[in-house]
Structures are given as structure tokens and as C-alpha cells.
């Protein structure tokens, strides 16, 4: 992880240190964490997001990160409305 402020490609915009580790729970927790986050719902937003989480075992942990695809950028997407 680099400070918002360097040069990167996505955000860690949500965590949950302990989740069903099946695709739908992940999803979905990430989906309602992402607009009170942007600012913005995921319809109306031009960012993509991708999760990562370990299925090996029935919960898990969760980093949901949003990126702006093929974009760099050296500030936050919080509230950015994007």
C-alpha cells in the first residue's frame, strides 16, 4: 500500500476482517460499502472494483479495492463522485 498521494492505480476503499467467504457475501458487502465511500452509486460511477479474499476457508477476510481502469492518480476517490 503507498500513501494517496504516490502514484497508484486502486484504493482500498472497505475491509472486513471476518465474512462469508463465498463470492456473493464478498460482493455484496463490498457493493454497500461503495457509496457512502465515492459519493456516488455504482450505476453512475465510471470506477471498477475487485475484491480479495481467500475462499479456502467458510469466512474470511475482505479488502475491497476501486480503480479507475487504465488510470494512475496521486489523491483519494473518496467523495470524488467518479
Known amino acids: 500500500m503507498v500513501p494517496c498521494n504516490i502514484l497508484h492505480e486502486g484504493?482500498?476503499?472497505a475491509v472486513a476482517g471476518?465474512?462469508?467467504?463465498?463470492?456473493d457475501s464478498?460482493?455484496?458487502y463490498c457493493m454497500s460499502q461503495f457509496e457512502p465511500y465515492v459519493g456516488v452509486g455504482?450505476?453512475?460511477s465510471r470506477l471498477s472494483m475487485m475484491r480479495v479474499y481467500s475462499s479456502a476457508k467458510a469466512t474470511t477476510s475482505v479488502q475491497c479495492?476501486?480503480?479507475?481502469k487504465g488510470k494512475k492518480?496521486?489523491?483519494?476517490?473518496?467523495?470524488?463522485?467518479?
Not at 18 to 23: E, F, K, N, V
Not at 65 to 68: E, G, P, V
Open 65 to 68: 479495492i476501486i480503480y479507475d
Open 73 to 82: 492518480v496521486t489523491s483519494s476517490y473518496k467523495d470524488s463522485k467518479a
Open 18 to 23: 471476518s465474512i462469508a467467504s463465498d463470492t
Open 11 to 13: 484504493e482500498v476503499f
Open 26 to 28: 464478498v460482493r455484496a
Open 42 to 44: 455504482w450505476d453512475d
